[in-house]
């Protein structure tokens, strides 16, 4: 019987970085969909952990200026002018936890 993954064969050696790739973009859809946050464009509503809001690009696989930890990201807080961890916040919720 022969084996079933060769590790000569570029494209057998290419699934399972495939299936951890499609399991990423299917993990990050479901948790934004169950989050309730809604994007808009690219661009979403975050917030440090200092409280400070603002809006900022949320790409889904690439983070050129940010280190993705989950649903929390280090990234630079234009606010407050820090670096600080920063995660996704719905917009219909902003009036009522700052009002």
Known sequence: MPPAFHPSDPVAAMW????????????????????????DGIEITVRCRAGHVFRTSWPSFVA???????????????????WTFVRPTDPRDLDRLDG
């Open 16 to 39: 399972p970085v495939m299936l951890v790739l499609a399991a990423a973009i299917l993990g990050g859809l479901v948790y934004l969909q169950r989050s309730g946050i809604r994007r």
């Open 64 to 82: 050129a200026k940010a280190a993705r930890m989950g649903g929390w990201r280090l990234q630079y807080c234009p606010i407050g002018r820090h």
